[in-house]
């Protein structure tokens, strides 16, 4: 048994109880008001049933029931519907804010808006956002009205049952004492198997991942036949998981329709017995046929608020299980993202000045880049060239300020000022064109949605779409489908070219914005993108000799160090 202390110690934030608890807070409202709902039906049923009761012994009693007595019946019913209904809206509220408000840090501290040095696994994330998110929410959507409806709801029907029949009062009471410790164990044998079943979800999403992105690889050497066993013993244990969790939840819940199904059948027997005349307590009210309908019907009403509270019991073992999964993905070492930039970049020309930096991931022993002291001038093109894996990514990540340095610094400087780097202070543009089914306009106007339709045709005209545009049907206003079907690759990357204008930013940064296209399409992206940035400073990673060729310094990445083309170098 845990001590007081030990509890506040569990609860407190930071740890998976206390994130699980202040998790909740962007529903509360809704599930607070749902717990009123759920204490009104409750009101409502009692009435519809007390009514049910009464015309039952005045039809026995040979005498028709009153339209006020069908109309309390029928009055009854329809408000305890309309509660029902109202609560279990307010808890899909509930739930669609919670899971949303944990989607939304989920997605911030995933997207490369903040500085970090290490990549989150990319099975974990998918996990926590399609599947362990729901679990939390849908945790509290179940457990906070209940919690806060159940006592009163209980409550009232004991007050009630008490009033017409105290001897069944004592019966409920007396078997309700059994329902806690069943509660306890469900929990333990729930949280083991959660735990469990996380790891196991991991690891088939960890395999799936891996399968699709090197497919190639595993065909070119036969290994596909190997990987598809993975696959089939990975979902087998995720099975395995899933089916012990649900024979436990079978029988945890088949001990309490034991209790449940004993208390009733001694009420019912009890009533029964006095109202044939063999049972005869003193001091308990006479039993009438009314009095002795109602008790029965609240019997099973006193035991539906914890039957729920058992089901919640089972869904908090697997939001804790959730919990630190998600703490793992959104816990990071850099100062939150609040939207904005954490500093506003330098107004004007921005000049990239990199001194002695070193960048290595965690857990490895060979730095990426090592001791780099680089200058990319502003208002120039700056190209970084190397083969494949030497770093380019990663210098353009410290660039662009999504991830920071291992030691060393990276500024952007100005005439008159200089900041740290922040991605939302310039533009990317990466290898692959993310294109929304929706118009060209609204595509353009992602970073911007608020630009007008000059300023739109204006990074039309400088991303050099203009005769794309002029021959589609709709101009602008061309849908386009998944995936930017109807564009070719070269006319996806002037879109993206467009977009980046459209930021208006000082800095460009572009990893290998050519890459797959051929000479024609090669050549026309770097003709938009020399005429979107006049002016601009932009460094571009590439394997293309045209793109290199076409700025005005070019840097070599070999062995974690950076090398100046001598002829390149600006005068």
Known sequence: MRTRKQREAANLPGTPRGWLDAAAAPGRISLRLAATFQVLETVFTIVQWAALAWIAQNVLGRRAP????????????????????????????????????????????????????????AAMAALAIVELTDDVAGYHAQ??????????????????TAAVQWPAAVILVLSSVLIPLNMRLAGL?????????????????????????????????????????????ADARLNAMTMAIVRRAFISGSVMDVVITFSIAINATYIGLSLLGYVRLGAAPAMTLSTGLLALLLCPMYFQPLRAMATA?????????????????????APPD??????????????????????????????????????AHAGRWTAIAGPSGAGKTTLLSLIAGTREPTTGTVRWVARTASSPPHL??????????????SSIRDNIRIGRPAASHAEVEHAVAAAGLADVVARLPEGLDT?????????????????????????????????????????????????????????????????????????????????????????????
């Not at 690889?217 to 066993?229: M, N």
């Open 189 to 233: 044998l729930a949280q083991e198997g959660a735990d469990e079943r996380v790891g196991a979800s991991t690891r088939l999403g960890a395999v799936v991942l891996d399968s699709f992105r090197g497919m190639r690889t595993l065909q070119s050497i036969g290994a596909v036949t190997r990987r598809r066993d993975e696959l089939a013993g």
């Open 479 to 571: 849908p386009l489908g998944e995936g930017g079907s109807g564009l070719s690759t070269g006319e996806a990357r002037r879109i993206a070219i467009a977009r980046a204008f459209l930021r208006d930013a000082a800095l460009w940064v572009l990893d290998e914005p050519t890459a797959h296209l051929d000479p024609r399409a090669e050549a026309k992206v770097i003709d938009a993108l020399h005429n979107a940035t006049r002016g601009r400073t932009v460094i571009v990673a590439t394997h293309s000799a045209a793109l290199a060729r076409s700025a005005d310094t070019v840097l070599t990445i070999t062995g974690g160090t950076i090398h100046t083309t001598p002829e390149a170098i600006p005068a």
């Open 338 to 375: 609040v939207g904005g930039l954490a500093e506003p970049p330098p107004a004007g020309p921005i000049a990239v000045v990199l001194t002695g930096v070193t960048f290595r991931f965690p857990h490895s022993d060979h730095p990426v880049l090592h001791a780099v002291d680089v200058t």
């Open 313 to 333: 019991y089972h869904a908090r073992e697997r939001a804790l299980a959730a919990a630190p999964p998600i703490i793992a993905l959104t816990e990071t070492d």
């Open 66 to 121: 009153t339209w006020p007595e069908l109309g309390v019946l029928f009055t009854g019913g329809l408000l305890a519907g309309g509660s029902a209904w109202s609560a279990a809206r307010l808890q899909a509220a509930g739930r669609q804010r919670i899971s949303s408000g944990i989607r939304h840090r989920l997605v911030a501290a995933l997207l490369p808006s903040r500085q970090r040095r290490d990549e989150p696994d």
């Open 143 to 160: 457990a906070l009205p209940q919690r806060l409806s159940a006592p009163v709801s209980m409550a009232v029907i004991f007050l009630v």
């Open 424 to 437: 939302r202070g310039c533009s990317w543009i990466g290898q692959q064109t993310v294109l929304l089914p």
